[in-house]
């Protein structure tokens, strides 16, 4: 079945530096490509997305790329706070959404 | 945020025992979705209804049962065939096709006594 892989699982940075996640699918028609946000103990919140006919798109300290033929997407935060510390979930779908298993960031002060 | 809701925040349940989650959205969306997650994992699909008085099974289906009387309305019914039912639920909504954003409750953490 379809599935989505994720690295790494964890990560810590310190401050100030950069944090990049991928992920990597298996469903070639998949063709929307969110990231989830959870702070411990709270409910996911979209951070950013992007369709499967755009190479890149960025949000201020975010961005995302996506490599359709190589089937693989990833999470770009630069200059890392330590309100970016928590887990990070990719997803991808087309008539179904699947989450990836998360990487954990923290970012030490 | 606020637009969908989740009930109770904590449950229990004792052995045996069929418990029902409440979901509840005024975000007039079509879609809605139930997750499980547990500690340092991911997220499981449920089961998800893309509209009123249908439903369809997700990846970890077995052992749990969900209604779609309402458009607003979304429970799940934890049943005592599912045996290891201690885990975070998650209920989400969204426009309506699997491509738009999923919007998520508080969650409730659910734990056998």
């Known amino acids: 079945g379809e599935n989505v892989e994720q690295h790494p699982s964890t990560l810590s940075v310190q401050e100030g530096d950069s944090a990049v996640i991928k992920c990597t699918y298996s469903?070639?028609?998949?063709?929307?490509f969110p990231w989830y946000k959870q702070e411990l103990g709270k409910r996911p919140q979209l951070i950013i997305d992007?369709?499967?006919?755009?190479g890149e798109k960025k949000d201020q300290r975010i961005a995302v790329t996506l490599n359709k033929t190589a089937k693989h997407f990833s999470l770009h935060i630069t200059e890392t706070q330590p309100e970016d510390s928590a887990v990070y979930f990719c997803a991808c779908s087309y008539d179904k959404v699947i989450f990836g298993p998360g990487t954990s960031l923290s970012v030490i002060p | 945020d606020g637009g969908i809701t989740q009930s109770p925040k904590y449950l229990f349940r004792k052995e045996g025992q069929n418990v029902t989650l409440s979901c509840e959205q005024n975000?007039?969306?079509?879609?809605m979705y139930w997750y499980r997650q547990d500690p340092g994992q991911g997220l499981r699909l449920i089961y998800y209804?893309?509209?009123?008085?249908?439903?369809q099974k997700g990846d970890i289906a077995e052992g749990y049962s969900v209604s779609r009387e309402k458009k607003e309305s979304f429970p799940l019914t934890v049943t005592s065939a599912q045996k290891n039912p201690t885990a975070f639920y998650l209920c989400?909504?969204?426009?309506?096709?699997?491509?738009?954003?999923?919007?998520f409750g508080p969650g409730t953490r659910l734990l056998v006594l």
């Open positions: 992007i369709r499967s006919n755009v």
């Open positions: 209804s893309q509209i009123v008085n249908d439903f």
């Open positions: 989400a909504s969204s426009i309506g096709q699997a491509q738009e954003t999923q919007y």
């Open positions: 469903d070639s028609a998949s063709n929307y």
């Open positions: 975000l007039n969306h079509d879609a």
